[in-house]
């Protein structure tokens, strides 16, 4: 999927990403669905606030994670791809 | 943490009570009346456990839920423990007050079930007049209060032609999800098999038609597709294996691993009046019965797919083989896969009669009337 940078990727309504203390992991609560997001999916949706486009994630992400920045942004663009197919994501 | 990783769904029948009739009710054929419902106190404990031992989201179900007066109390307690909270519901009851009493209670998500496009044949269906126009009010009032709107369909060989006007009627209602489920041959459903099976051909049909809408809608709407298991060459996942992922508890607080496990001999169901959730999901010889692999006879034991299916579903093993230990027959592997195409035999040219689904319908005697308060 190509995204540009200027998209601003979005939970969509009923999605909820919250960290959940028993299993001590964090959860995309979905209608229906749940997902249980890697690591480094986490990252990446702990900076989606409605606000943040897709390139600012990608300079946070490349500051914190010494990574170059197209590699996170072509990481950044395969994972929310997924969350959008799978109705979790707006983009 | 410790034990068996703990549940992600709770699944709640709040009540058996339906102003609907649908044929392929997924309830028992022995209802739970209304006497034996657990009270608003009794639920709200209940929650309070679920969200301790990690469930994350909880159903209300039913019979249809909007019928217990207190369920934006529940709703509102579910939501204040931090739970997902999801209703499936035929919106038939779902005016505008209950809408704003749900919107300030929490609620996450709202699933509507529908019986078909066209008016007549839907309130046929459901046994109620008036009951599509109903529902049409009721998408309407959840995308009004900006609430992510699921529908569902259940599709059988009495409506299985106009699933391409289901996915477009489901588009215009501008729903984010879809669900184009064909019937689960359990309970009601079973009894009314030969009525509702659909044929091979009309099968094959509906798939290319959901495959071609699910490219075309990528993105913008999702549509989950279920078949029936007489056509299948795998079983599915029930409820993504016994007693994993699921707890769901009947109207009279009975704690099973799935809806339709009330059917299966031998098993003494607890219930969570006298045995915590905890308890229930980590040691109760039920929940334990079918769970992992350990218990699985061949073809699944060596099979490799034994932790993908989970070696479908017992109930269906029951149903068919009299045995709730065999393989489930939806697999071609299974011994016993050939009854699923002597099912399909049996369907005829015409469908019967439907048997509703009523208190008493099941019972021998005259079919005992009951009302919705």
Redesign the interface.
Known sequence: MTLADDTVPRFRPGVKFRFDPVRETWVVLAPERLFLPDEQAVEILKLIDGTRNLGAIADDLAARFSAPRDVIIADVAVMLGDLAEKGAIAL | ?TGFE?P??LIVELTHRCPLQCPYCSNPLALERAGEELTTAEWLGVFDEAA???V??L?FTGGEPTARRDLPELVRHAADS?L?T?IITSGVQLDDRLMAALMGAGI??I?LSFQDVDPDNADRIAGYRGAHARKLAAAARIRAA???L?VNFVVHRQNIANVPRMIALAEGLGA??TEIAQVQYYGWGFKNRAALLPSRAELDATTAVVEAARLRL??Q??IDYVIPDYYARRPKSCMGGWARRFINISPAGKAMPCHAAETLPGFVFPSVRETSLAEIWQRDPAFLRFRGTDWMPEPCQSCDRREIDWGGCRCQAFALTGDAARTDPACDLAPDHAVMAAAVAERGEAPPDFVYRRFGANDAQAPISETVP
């Open positions: 943490m703990p992600m769904g301790k031992i990690g994350l989201q159903h931090g997902y999801n996450d998500h699933q900006g609430l992510p699921t984010a999800r990528k993105g709407m999702v």
